[in-house]
């Protein structure tokens, strides 16, 4: 059974700096890509950044260059270095896992099927 779990949330000033990290347990960590999703206040759930098996890496334009991602495959973790933190980072936090395919030699993320319970991120301005 495929666990996720998230710790590392908190409430922090605007311009501040938080680490999330995800604990994965129940299946082969290293064959699975895996995602930081959030959602906001009133907003649908979207991808932040995301790290495929081979550790190749794409964030969403909202928190590039601010916001890291990184896995451990020994240790079955996943981390999210948050710098620089807006208000509008407020969110609850979720990391996901999906099948990673490989089709001519190039890595596919496959829908992301694995969630964890999720962490809170709450930024002061």
């Known amino acids: 059974q495929a666990r996720l779990v998230e710790t590392g949330g908190g409430s922090v000033q605007s311009g501040g700096s938080l680490r999330l990290s995800c604990s994965v347990y129940?299946?082969?960590?290293?064959?699975?890509?895996m995602a930081w999703f959030r959602q906001g206040p009133g907003k649908e759930r979207g991808v932040v950044a995301s790290i495929d098996s081979g550790g190749s890496t794409s964030y969403a334009d909202s928190v590039k260059g601010r916001f890291t991602i990184s896995r451990d495959n020994a240790g079955n973790m996943l981390y999210l270095q948050m710098n620089r933190l807006k208000p509008e980072d407020t969110a609850m936090y979720y990391c996901?896992?999906?099948?990673?395919?490989?089709?001519?030699?190039?890595?596919?993320?496959?829908?992301?099927?694995?969630w964890g319970q999720g962490t809170q991120v709450t930024v002061a301005s």
């Open positions: 129940g299946y082969r960590y290293s064959n699975y890509c």
């Open positions: 996901a896992a999906a099948v990673n395919l490989v089709r001519g030699g190039n890595n596919y993320c496959d829908a992301y099927i694995y």
